[in-house]
Protein backbone atom coordinates (compact mmCIF):
# COMPACT_ATOMS: atom_id res chain seq x y z
CA UNK A 1 0.00 0.00 0.00
CA UNK A 2 1.26 3.63 -0.89
CA UNK A 3 1.66 5.78 1.89
CA UNK A 4 1.67 9.32 2.51
CA UNK A 5 2.70 11.06 -0.73
CA UNK A 6 3.80 14.76 -1.07
CA UNK A 7 4.54 16.72 -4.37
CA UNK A 8 6.52 18.45 -4.83
CA UNK A 9 9.17 17.29 -3.13
CA UNK A 10 12.23 20.55 -3.58
CA UNK A 11 10.86 23.49 -4.49
CA UNK A 12 12.52 27.20 -4.71
CA UNK A 13 10.09 30.45 -4.06
CA UNK A 14 11.60 34.02 -3.61
CA UNK A 15 10.28 35.98 -0.67
CA UNK A 16 7.13 37.48 -1.85
CA UNK A 17 5.87 34.64 -3.75
CA UNK A 18 3.03 32.30 -2.86
CA UNK A 19 3.37 28.54 -2.76
CA UNK A 20 1.18 25.53 -2.96
CA UNK A 21 2.13 22.20 -1.13
CA UNK A 22 0.20 18.52 -2.10
CA UNK A 23 -0.80 15.88 -0.16
CA UNK A 24 -2.81 12.34 -0.48
CA UNK A 25 -2.80 10.79 2.92
CA UNK A 26 -3.04 6.87 3.29
CA UNK A 27 -5.86 5.29 1.60
CA UNK A 28 -8.80 4.72 4.23
CA UNK A 29 -7.19 7.50 6.15
CA UNK A 30 -9.61 10.83 7.22
CA UNK A 31 -7.51 13.05 8.68
CA UNK A 32 -4.48 15.10 7.58
CA UNK A 33 -2.35 17.01 9.58
CA UNK A 34 0.37 19.38 8.65
CA UNK A 35 3.47 20.27 9.95
CA UNK A 36 6.82 22.78 9.49
CA UNK A 37 10.28 21.48 10.16
CA UNK A 38 13.30 24.17 10.07
CA UNK A 39 16.42 22.52 10.04
CA UNK A 40 18.22 21.50 13.18
CA UNK A 41 14.53 21.36 15.04
CA UNK A 42 11.33 19.10 15.52
CA UNK A 43 8.43 19.61 13.12
CA UNK A 44 5.81 22.03 14.89
CA UNK A 45 2.07 21.34 14.21
CA UNK A 46 0.38 24.20 11.34
CA UNK A 47 -3.04 22.65 10.95
CA UNK A 48 -5.56 19.43 11.28
CA UNK A 49 -7.83 18.94 8.85
CA UNK A 50 -10.39 15.79 9.27
CA UNK A 51 -13.45 15.00 7.07
CA UNK A 52 -12.69 18.34 5.18
CA UNK A 53 -12.61 20.68 7.90
CA UNK A 54 -10.24 22.04 10.17
CA UNK A 55 -10.33 20.57 13.27
CA UNK A 56 -6.58 22.33 14.97
CA UNK A 57 -4.41 25.52 14.02
CA UNK A 58 -0.91 25.85 15.54
CA UNK A 59 0.34 29.46 15.86
CA UNK A 60 1.44 30.39 12.23
CA UNK A 61 0.45 34.02 10.82
CA UNK A 62 -2.72 34.22 8.25
CA UNK A 63 -0.13 33.77 5.63
CA UNK A 64 -0.43 29.95 6.00
CA UNK A 65 -4.13 28.23 4.57
CA UNK A 66 -4.82 24.75 3.71
CA UNK A 67 -7.72 22.83 2.53
CA UNK A 68 -8.97 19.35 2.58
CA UNK A 69 -10.78 17.92 -0.46
CA UNK A 70 -13.58 15.38 -0.80
CA UNK A 71 -11.01 12.63 -1.69
CA UNK A 72 -9.01 13.36 2.14
CA UNK A 73 -6.18 14.79 -0.37
CA UNK A 74 -4.88 18.02 1.05
CA UNK A 75 -3.15 21.46 -0.31
CA UNK A 76 -1.16 23.64 1.89
CA UNK A 77 -0.74 27.71 0.79
CA UNK A 78 1.65 30.07 1.90
CA UNK A 79 1.32 33.56 0.72
CA UNK A 80 3.97 36.42 0.87
CA UNK A 81 6.68 33.83 1.56
CA UNK A 82 9.35 35.24 3.77
CA UNK A 83 13.27 33.58 4.39
CA UNK A 84 12.51 32.22 7.43
CA UNK A 85 9.47 30.05 6.38
CA UNK A 86 12.84 27.65 4.43
CA UNK A 87 11.54 24.67 6.13
CA UNK A 88 10.60 20.94 5.46
CA UNK A 89 6.66 20.94 5.52
CA UNK A 90 5.59 17.43 6.56
CA UNK A 91 1.94 16.05 5.93
CA UNK A 92 0.72 13.25 8.03
CA UNK A 93 -1.79 11.08 7.62
CA UNK A 94 -4.52 9.00 10.32
CA UNK A 95 -7.72 6.91 10.40
CA UNK A 96 -9.67 9.34 12.97
CA UNK A 97 -8.67 12.75 14.53
CA UNK A 98 -6.88 11.06 17.73
CA UNK A 99 -3.19 9.87 16.95
CA UNK A 100 -2.78 7.28 19.12
CA UNK A 101 -0.17 6.65 18.03
CA UNK A 102 -0.91 6.16 14.80
CA UNK A 103 0.48 9.47 12.74
CA UNK A 104 2.25 8.55 9.71
CA UNK A 105 3.98 11.21 7.88
CA UNK A 106 4.86 11.84 3.92
CA UNK A 107 8.80 12.35 3.01
CA UNK A 108 8.09 16.29 2.98
CA UNK A 109 8.04 19.04 0.84
CA UNK A 110 11.57 20.30 0.91
CA UNK A 111 11.25 24.77 0.63
CA UNK A 112 13.65 27.03 0.40
CA UNK A 113 13.18 30.91 0.02
CA UNK A 114 15.47 33.27 -1.29
CA UNK B 1 9.88 27.28 27.93
CA UNK B 2 9.18 25.15 25.72
CA UNK B 3 6.49 22.19 26.18
CA UNK B 4 8.61 19.76 25.45
CA UNK B 5 12.63 19.89 26.02
CA UNK B 6 15.24 17.37 23.93
CA UNK B 7 18.93 17.37 24.53
CA UNK B 8 19.95 17.54 21.13
CA UNK B 9 23.06 16.13 20.87
CA UNK B 10 24.81 15.19 18.84
CA UNK B 11 25.51 11.90 20.26
CA UNK B 12 28.07 8.90 19.06
CA UNK B 13 28.70 5.67 21.02
CA UNK B 14 30.17 2.60 19.55
CA UNK B 15 28.34 -0.44 17.92
CA UNK B 16 26.51 -2.67 20.51
CA UNK B 17 26.01 0.06 23.60
CA UNK B 18 23.36 0.62 25.41
CA UNK B 19 21.72 4.43 24.01
CA UNK B 20 19.46 6.51 26.51
CA UNK B 21 17.97 9.19 24.94
CA UNK B 22 15.38 11.56 27.43
CA UNK B 23 12.97 14.58 27.11
CA UNK B 24 11.39 16.25 29.41
CA UNK B 25 7.45 18.04 29.48
CA UNK B 26 5.66 20.79 30.86
CA UNK B 27 1.64 19.61 29.95
CA UNK B 28 0.66 17.55 32.66
CA UNK B 29 -2.45 16.72 30.26
CA UNK B 30 -0.63 14.49 27.69
CA UNK B 31 -1.43 11.14 27.75
CA UNK B 32 0.07 9.39 24.95
CA UNK B 33 4.27 9.78 24.23
CA UNK B 34 5.58 9.01 21.00
CA UNK B 35 9.11 7.94 19.74
CA UNK B 36 9.78 8.78 15.74
CA UNK B 37 13.08 8.28 14.14
CA UNK B 38 14.01 10.59 11.44
CA UNK B 39 16.50 9.49 8.55
CA UNK B 40 18.52 12.89 6.85
CA UNK B 41 15.98 14.31 4.44
CA UNK B 42 13.45 11.72 5.25
CA UNK B 43 9.90 12.10 6.61
CA UNK B 44 9.73 10.80 10.76
CA UNK B 45 8.75 7.25 11.37
CA UNK B 46 7.03 5.95 14.34
CA UNK B 47 9.13 3.77 16.05
CA UNK B 48 6.45 2.91 19.27
CA UNK B 49 4.57 4.50 21.67
CA UNK B 50 3.02 4.32 25.46
CA UNK B 51 0.31 4.98 27.07
CA UNK B 52 0.74 6.58 30.28
CA UNK B 53 3.88 6.11 32.45
CA UNK B 54 4.83 2.68 32.15
CA UNK B 55 7.34 0.68 30.25
CA UNK B 56 6.82 -0.44 26.57
CA UNK B 57 9.24 -3.10 24.67
CA UNK B 58 9.38 -3.59 21.39
CA UNK B 59 12.76 -5.86 20.85
CA UNK B 60 15.74 -3.65 20.93
CA UNK B 61 13.83 -0.86 22.31
CA UNK B 62 12.00 0.22 25.10
CA UNK B 63 10.36 3.42 25.76
CA UNK B 64 9.69 4.73 29.73
CA UNK B 65 7.31 6.87 30.64
CA UNK B 66 7.42 8.66 34.29
CA UNK B 67 4.53 10.97 34.17
CA UNK B 68 5.31 12.00 38.22
CA UNK B 69 8.51 13.87 36.66
CA UNK B 70 7.41 14.37 33.09
CA UNK B 71 9.95 12.54 31.77
CA UNK B 72 10.34 10.11 28.74
CA UNK B 73 12.66 7.76 27.67
CA UNK B 74 14.06 5.47 24.94
CA UNK B 75 16.73 3.07 25.11
CA UNK B 76 17.89 1.00 22.79
CA UNK B 77 20.10 -2.41 23.49
CA UNK B 78 22.73 -3.67 21.34
CA UNK B 79 22.54 -0.29 19.01
CA UNK B 80 23.50 -1.07 15.70
CA UNK B 81 25.27 1.48 12.55
CA UNK B 82 21.26 1.45 11.07
CA UNK B 83 20.04 2.95 14.37
CA UNK B 84 21.90 6.38 13.17
CA UNK B 85 19.40 9.02 12.59
CA UNK B 86 17.22 11.59 14.81
CA UNK B 87 15.14 10.40 17.24
CA UNK B 88 12.11 12.66 18.23
CA UNK B 89 9.92 12.60 21.38
CA UNK B 90 6.44 13.47 20.39
CA UNK B 91 3.82 13.79 23.55
CA UNK B 92 0.37 13.85 21.97
CA UNK B 93 -1.64 16.84 22.71
CA UNK B 94 -5.02 18.11 21.43
CA UNK B 95 -4.74 17.19 17.59
CA UNK B 96 -1.70 17.71 17.18
CA UNK B 97 1.73 16.47 18.45
CA UNK B 98 4.19 18.41 20.50
CA UNK B 99 7.92 17.28 19.01
CA UNK B 100 11.32 18.02 20.87
CA UNK B 101 13.96 19.39 19.16
CA UNK B 102 15.40 15.76 18.57
CA UNK B 103 18.41 14.17 19.22
CA UNK B 104 20.99 13.18 16.65
CA UNK B 105 22.63 9.34 17.12
CA UNK B 106 25.30 8.22 15.37
CA UNK B 107 26.27 4.45 16.46
CA UNK B 108 29.74 3.91 15.10
CA UNK B 109 31.32 0.43 13.48
Known amino acids: DAGVTQSPTHLIKTRGQHVTLRCSPI?????VSWYQQVLGQGPQFIFQ???????GRGNFPDRFSARQFPNYSSELNVNALLLGDSALYLC?????????????FGEGSRLTVL | QKEVEQDPGPLSVPEGAIVSLNCTYS??????FMWYRQYSRKGPELLMY????GNKEDGRFTAQVDKSSKYISLFIRDSQPSDSATYLC?????????FGQGTRLTINP
Open chain 1, 92 to 104: ASSLGILYTGELF
Open chain 1, 27 to 31: SGHKS
Open chain 1, 49 to 55: YYEKEER
Open chain 2, 27 to 32: NSAFQY
Open chain 2, 50 to 53: TYSS
Open chain 2, 90 to 98: APQGAQKLV
